[in-house]
T-cell receptor, first 114, second 112 residues
């Protein structure tokens, strides 16, 4: 497995609370991504980063924010969690612009919002 | 919206048989990739085929791409119980800002 860890691996929280998920990589890859996976939708891109402090929105970014202050860490924050954000969240990395779409995935975080 | 749509959604076969799944997409692509996901795990990259390629092999995997039909197929030959997983196609298209767009996946069950 590529050196990607996600924390926490499981979380149960209540509607309206803030939640931060962390992705940590040891590969020194430039690009990092956050996806959510829901039945019937496959993986959908939430936000991505193309360098430290450089981030952009994906397909389903509403209700989420991200930060990347170091190459190795990419944080996903739900400012006020809603039940519709119950999902499995995956972080992914890719090495370079030339290999931008050969992505390596972390193990996922299962988030339940009650 | 999903760029890639896999077919069938689920597939059950006996060990040793071949498994074939298809992916259709809507817009012109730069390349198409296949990923595998074992239950409770992240996705693992299997193979990438570029828009100017028609067929690619990797071990027991064979991928074809027909850009005129906007479709791809993944063939797993001589399947094993360990091939039980979900398989996803992902397209890289300029229309999607050159970011990956995933289909809903095909669940494959290989029975011993």
């Amino acid at each position: 497995d590529a050196g990607i860890t996600q924390s926490p691996r499981h979380k149960v929280t209540e509607t309206g609370t803030p939640v931060t998920l962390r992705c940590h990589q040891t590969e020194n890859h430039r690009y990092m991504y956050w996806y959510r996976q829901d039945p019937g939708h496959g993986l959908r891109l939430i936000h991505y980063s193309y360098g430290v402090k450089d981030t952009d929105k994906g397909e389903v970014s509403d209700g989420y924010s991200v930060s990347r202050s170091k190459t190795e860490d990419f944080l996903l924050t739900l400012e006020s969690a809603t039940s519709s954000q119950t999902s499995v969240y995956f972080c992914a990395i890719s090495e370079s612009r030339e290999r931008i779409n050969e992505q390596f995935f972390g193990p996922g975080t299962r988030l339940t919002v009650l | 919206s999903q760029q890639g749509e896999e077919d069938p959604q689920a597939l059950s076969i006996q060990e040793g048989e071949n498994a074939t799944m298809n992916c259709s997409y809507k817009t012109s692509i730069n390349n198409l990739q296949w990923y595998r996901q074992n239950s409770g795990r992240g996705l693992v990259h299997l193979i990438l085929i570029r828009s100017n390629e028609r067929e690619k092999h990797s071990g027991r995997l064979r991928v074809t791409l027909d850009t005129s039909k906007k479709s791809s197929s993944l063939l797993i030959t001589a399947s094993r119980a360990a091939d039980t997983a979900s398989y996803f196609c992902a397209t890289d298209a300029r229309a999607a800002g050159n970011k990956l767009t995933f289909g809903g996946g095909t669940r494959v069950l290989v029975k011993p």
